[in-house]
């Protein structure tokens, strides 16, 4: 595909000036090109960026920096300083490769200077560069001054080989530091992303120009080239708030033809409330409601009765109960002789609900478990029981969506940690009302609450109810940080919540990149800790890889208390419900983000014993310290939620797959929550004027609309 190849010119950091703004007309096909068909960037290189998510031009482009590095100061040799970082600029005059006395440590050494001076500047563990550097080179060099030993020596943190016509992308100006991988280093993006952003100068902004003017935006084009290579700060915020601007933007647009779509459609079965059942139900309880519960009940059960269908949120930290409000509102269908249904996002999950469901509900309904796990004649035996409504509450994965599962009368929906599933697929479930052709009520869950305000609008249509604190009586989950030298007082510690009589998570180190690797890290400390720590007791694992009715085992066998340590990969993560467990302990904790290690906490303190959560790290850093600080400091999702941004200064809670399906790259909900109010306001001020986004001037936006919600909405502007 030769003549397929982009006018970009990749050579190590090197390109050409900042293009001037072309007249080229915008071309799809160019941003979905794919990267390794740009001339320069080799096979390999483009796998490895693949493995980032990066595989088209428009990924690229869209790969923002995280942060900045200010390089601005660059130094003549004689104004370094003493242990301060800076930039300088010199010719080399030798080099030489050797390995330190002591520790055997490779160490590259470099005579440069410049008209006032010369160091040694030096590098460890880059061995190649005593090849590459060759005398009479002309370097920048970002690094510190620290004399060794009598010598002036620059250790480098970063290094750019200069010639005439070369931008600086790497030690001068603002550097760009991009979210890297192992495979991808920053120095690597920096690179390629110098090469490719030339051809942002073509891309089409989806904002209409009377919006760009009123709200003093850059174009997209600027925006995005300054995002990339700001010339400073100043430009870079600019860049960065509209950028931020427009995700909200086409999120909150999105929404609001979600909204107006729904509204359109058929109404409900008003459900009358069934006093003697709901009364069964609940006096069949082993508990109390708490008066959190009764109240979210309460709203579910107000919408229940109306011919409007219910579109409501019941948000609520894990272990706060949401699932007993859930079955309670599920009943009011089976009353009226029509049938309630609950989507989980995982099989583990959904049947635990069944499980659930069983002890709860008992008698009162039949309940229906629909997997992709069973056989075929299983599966057509309960699609019979589904269509005749003989199954009044069916409880299912991604398999309730299927084309071939029809329903007899579908009156109320609850789909489970909501956040897992995208938008068309939890609406689907909706079209599937059957006979009564009216729509059912539905309630989404979410273990991730956030404040009332911003979760009307980022739910854009829904109604939100709040489940705040978990049932009284329980003591928050004590958490510990256990260092690596007092390993041993963790398992005696964890033997003796066993001799109680109590059960044990051990979950093993999130490896992203395999899950098989995982799986096998699982079952090696399984084996270890069968035949070590926990030899008096019953061990097993539960991994992925295994065979579903293995998994389905195990999990029955850890829920009665036969097998007591259950080692783990993060297949425990969500809605697993064992209270006779108190200990949770994570292996290579710094290696999970905030989110996740709160949602495995939630798997103890279920019960009415205090519970624990023992981390385990090695991971000296300062950011790994401080956040799992975070979790030590508070139990409450929220807080950790804001934290986690802090920290981190994005946010896996509010990240993407909160908002539904709409990705957003930079802007976080709760950092940018003024943006996200006044998108809000943009966005129903276009839809007023134009509810279907069909002017000519607003087609750019529908068009970017459809491609944030990656097609889910493209009926939308069509229905
Ligand atoms: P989540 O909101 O995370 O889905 P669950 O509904 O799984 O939480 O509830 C967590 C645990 O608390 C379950 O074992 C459940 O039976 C129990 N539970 C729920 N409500 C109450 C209550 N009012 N009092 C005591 N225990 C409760
Ligand atoms: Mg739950």
Same mark, same amino acid.
């Given at each position: 595909?030769?003549?397929?190849?982009?006018?970009?010119?990749?050579?190590?950091?090197?390109?050409?000036?900042?293009?001037? *703004?072309?007249?080229?007309?915008?071309?799809?096909?160019?941003?979905?090109?794919?990267?390794?068909?740009?001339?320069?960037?080799?096979?390999?290189?483009?796998?490895? %960026? /693949?493995?980032?998510?990066?595989?088209?031009? /428009?990924?690229?482009?869209?790969?923002? *920096?995280?942060?900045?590095?200010?390089?601005?100061?660059?130094?003549?040799?004689?104004?370094?300083?003493?242990?301060?970082? /800076?930039?300088?600029?010199?010719?080399?005059?030798?080099?030489?490769?050797?390995?330190?006395?002591?520790?055997?440590?490779?160490?590259?050494?470099?005579?440069?200077? +410049?008209?006032?001076?010369?160091?040694?500047?030096?590098?460890?563990?880059?061995?190649?560069?005593?090849?590459?550097?060759?005398?009479?080179?002309?370097?920048?060099?970002?690094?510190?001054?620290? *004399?060794?030993?009598?010598?002036?020596?620059?250790?480098?943190?970063?290094?750019? $080989?200069?010639?005439?016509?070369?931008?600086?992308?790497?030690?001068?100006?603002?550097?760009?530091?991009? *979210?890297?991988?192992?495979?991808?280093?920053?120095?690597?993006?920096?690179?390629?992303? &110098?090469?490719?952003?030339?051809?942002?100068?073509?891309?089409? +902004?989806?904002?209409?120009?009377?919006?760009?003017?009123?709200?003093?935006?850059?174009?997209?084009?600027?925006?995005?080239?300054?995002?990339?290579?700001?010339?400073?700060?100043?430009?870079?915020?600019?860049?960065?708030?509209?950028?931020?601007?427009?995700?909200?933007?086409?999120?909150?647009?999105?929404?609001?033809?979600?909204?107006?779509?729904?509204?359109?459609?058929?109404?409900?079965?008003?459900?009358?409330?069934?006093?003697?059942?709901?009364?069964?139900?609940?006096?069949?309880?082993?508990?109390?409601?708490?008066?959190?519960?009764? @109240?979210?009940?309460?709203? $579910?059960?107000?919408?229940?009765?109306?011919?409007? #269908?219910?579109?409501?949120?019941?948000?609520?930290?894990?272990?706060?109960?949401?699932?007993?409000?859930?079955?309670?509102?599920?009943?009011?269908?089976?009353?009226?002789?029509?049938?309630?249904?609950?989507?989980?996002?995982?099989?583990?999950?959904? @049947?635990?609900?069944?499980?659930?469901?069983?002890?709860?509900?008992?008698?009162?309904?039949?309940?229906?478990?629909?997997?992709?796990?069973?056989?075929?004649?299983?599966?057509?035996?309960?699609?019979?029981?589904?269509?005749?409504?003989?199954?009044?509450?069916?409880?299912?994965?991604?398999?309730?969506?299927?084309?071939?599962?029809?329903?007899?009368? %579908?009156?109320?929906?609850?789909?489970?940690?909501?956040?897992?599933?995208?938008?068309?697929?939890?609406?689907?479930?909706?079209?599937?009302?059957?006979?009564?052709?009216?729509?059912?009520?539905?309630?989404?869950?979410?273990?991730?609450?956030? #404040?009332?305000?911003?979760?009307?609008?980022?739910?854009?249509? %829904?109604?939100?109810?709040?489940?705040?604190?978990? #049932?009284?009586?329980?003591?928050?989950?004590?958490?510990?940080?256990?260092?690596?030298?007092?390993?041993?007082?963790?398992?005696?510690?964890?033997?003796?919540?066993?001799?109680?009589?109590?059960?044990?998570?051990?979950?093993?180190?999130?490896?992203?990149?395999?899950?098989?690797?995982?799986?096998?890290?699982?079952? /090696?400390?399984?084996?270890?800790?069968?035949?070590?720590?926990?030899?008096?007791?019953?061990?097993?694992?539960?991994?992925?890889?295994?065979?579903?009715?293995?998994?389905?085992?195990?999990?029955?066998?850890?829920?009665?208390?036969?097998?007591?340590?259950?080692?783990?990969?993060?297949?425990?993560?969500?809605? $697993?419900?064992? #209270?006779?467990?108190?200990?949770?302990?994570?292996?290579?904790?710094?290696?999970?983000?905030?989110?996740?290690? &709160?949602?495995?906490?939630?798997?103890?303190?279920?019960?009415?014993?205090?519970?624990?959560?023992?981390?385990?790290?090695?991971?000296?850093?300062?950011?790994?310290?401080?956040?799992?600080?975070?979790?030590?400091?508070?139990?409450?999702?929220?807080?950790?939620?804001?934290?986690?941004?802090?920290?981190?200064?994005?946010?896996?809670?509010?990240?993407?797959?909160?908002?539904?399906?709409?990705?957003?790259?930079?802007?976080?909900?709760?950092?940018?929550?003024?943006?996200?109010?006044?998108?809000?306001?943009?966005?129903?001020?276009?839809?007023?004027? +134009?509810?279907?986004?069909?002017?000519?001037?607003?087609?750019?936006?529908?068009?970017?609309?459809?491609?944030?919600?990656?097609?889910? %909405?493209?009926?939308?502007?069509?229905?």
């Amino acid at each position: 595909m030769s003549e397929a190849r982009l006018p970009v010119a990749f050579a190590g950091g090197r390109s050409q000036k900042r293009p001037q *703004p072309t007249r080229l007309s915008f071309d799809p096909a160019l941003f979905a090109r794919p990267v390794a068909e740009i001339s320069g960037v080799a096979r390999q290189t483009a796998r490895r %960026l /693949a493995s980032l998510g990066l595989v088209t031009v /428009a990924d690229l482009i869209a790969h923002y *920096p995280r942060r900045y590095e200010d390089y601005r100061d660059r130094k003549r040799i004689t104004e370094l300083k003493v242990g301060e970082e /800076a930039t300088v600029r010199g010719t080399v005059r030798s080099v030489v490769s050797e390995r330190t006395m002591r520790k055997r440590v490779a160490v590259v050494r470099a005579a440069v200077s +410049d008209d006032t001076g010369t160091i040694e500047a030096c590098w460890y563990n880059q061995l190649y560069l005593g090849k590459l550097l060759v005398e009479g080179m002309i370097l920048s060099l970002r690094g510190s001054y620290r *004399p060794q030993r009598g010598r002036a020596t620059f250790v480098v943190k970063s290094h750019e $080989i200069l010639d005439e016509e070369s931008d600086l992308v790497h030690t001068e100006g603002f550097v760009p530091v991009y *979210p890297a991988s192992e495979q991808v280093s920053a120095r690597l993006l920096r690179t390629v992303l &110098h090469g490719v952003l030339p051809l942002s100068r073509r891309l089409p +902004d989806p904002l209409p120009a009377r919006l760009r003017v009123s709200e003093r935006l850059p174009s997209k084009a600027d925006a995005v080239t300054a995002v990339h290579q700001p010339r400073s700060p100043d430009e870079a915020r600019e860049a960065r708030a509209r950028l931020v601007l427009e995700e909200l933007l086409l999120m909150q647009v999105g929404l609001l033809l979600h909204r107006a779509r729904e509204r359109r459609r058929a109404k409900a079965p008003a459900l009358a409330q069934q006093a003697a059942l709901r009364e069964r139900f609940v006096s069949g309880l082993p508990f109390a409601l708490t008066q959190e519960q009764l @109240e979210a009940l309460a709203e $579910i059960d107000a919408d229940l009765g109306h011919s409007d #269908p219910m579109r409501r949120l019941l948000q609520g930290d894990v272990g706060s109960g949401k699932t007993v409000v859930a079955f309670a509102a599920l009943l009011r269908a089976v009353g009226e002789g029509r049938q309630g249904a609950i989507m989980a996002p995982t099989e583990t999950l959904a @049947e635990q609900h069944a499980q659930t469901a069983a002890e709860r509900i008992g008698t009162l309904a039949t309940a229906e478990l629909l997997t992709a796990r069973l056989s075929t004649s299983q599966r057509r035996a309960a699609l019979q029981r589904i269509a005749t409504g003989e199954a009044q509450i069916v409880i299912g994965t991604h398999a309730l969506l299927q084309g071939d599962v029809a329903f007899h009368d %579908l009156a109320v929906v609850v789909v489970d940690e909501q956040h897992r599933f995208g938008v068309s697929a939890r609406d689907r479930l909706a079209r599937k009302a059957g006979a009564s052709r009216k729509a059912p009520h539905m309630l989404y869950m979410t273990a991730t609450p956030i #404040p009332r305000t911003l979760a009307l609008t980022v739910y854009g249509d %829904l109604d939100v109810s709040t489940i705040a604190a978990g #049932p009284q009586g329980r003591s928050p989950v004590v958490t510990r940080l256990v260092d690596e030298s007092r390993r041993a007082d963790g398992y005696e510690f964890v033997r003796k919540q066993l001799d109680r009589g109590r059960q044990v998570y051990v979950v093993c180190p999130a490896i992203e990149e395999s899950e098989s690797i995982q799986a096998a890290t699982a079952v /090696a400390e399984a084996e270890r800790l069968a035949g070590g720590e926990f030899r008096d007791y019953r061990v097993a694992v539960l991994h992925g890889q295994l065979k579903p009715a293995r998994r389905e085992q195990t999990m029955a066998a850890f829920k009665a208390g036969d097998v007591r340590v259950l080692v783990a990969t993060t297949l425990v993560e969500v809605g $697993i419900d064992v #209270p006779n467990a108190t200990v949770m302990m994570v292996e290579g904790a710094d290696r999970f983000g905030l989110a996740q290690l &709160h949602q495995l906490r939630g798997r103890v303190g279920r019960g009415e014993a205090r519970s624990y959560c023992l981390l385990f790290s090695q991971a000296e850093g300062p950011s790994a310290q401080a956040r799992l600080a975070a979790l030590l400091e508070t139990t409450d999702g929220f807080a950790l939620a804001d934290r986690d941004l802090e920290l981190r200064g994005e946010g896996q809670l509010f990240g993407s797959r909160q908002a539904g399906a709409v990705d957003l790259k930079l802007a976080r909900l709760a950092r940018d929550r003024e943006a996200l109010l006044r998108a809000r306001t943009l966005a129903a001020a276009l839809l007023q004027d +134009d509810p279907r986004l069909a002017k000519p001037v607003n087609r750019p936006l529908a068009g970017a609309v459809e491609a944030a919600f990656g097609g889910e %909405l493209a009926w939308l502007l069509k229905a």
